[in-house]
């Protein structure tokens, strides 16, 4: 398998949230969770929507899943 080293590109904020929202509207919960948390680390602005949508996201995901939501 030839790895793709400095060739990979990863993934951008949309691309990100768009993964995270796929996983969580098929409610699997702990993949949804795991991918916002990634957004978290993407955007720093706390002022940011996404970032508050991805905070959402993530209590959302811990109620689901029988978690605290703190």
């Known amino acids: ?11 951008g904020v949309e691309m990100q949230e768009q993964r995270a ?3 969580f509207d098929a ?12 957004l978290l ?10 970032r508050q949508r991805a905070q959402l996201r993530v209590a959302e995901c811990r109620v689901q899943s029988k978690g605290a939501p703190s």
């Open 1 to 11: 398998m030839h790895a793709l080293g400095k060739e990979y590109v990863y993934p």
């Open 21 to 23: 929202r796929a996983f």
């Open 27 to 38: 409610h699997k919960w702990k993949e949804a969770r795991g991918e916002y948390e990634k």
């Open 41 to 50: 680390t993407m955007v720093k602005d706390p002022a940011n929507p996404t």
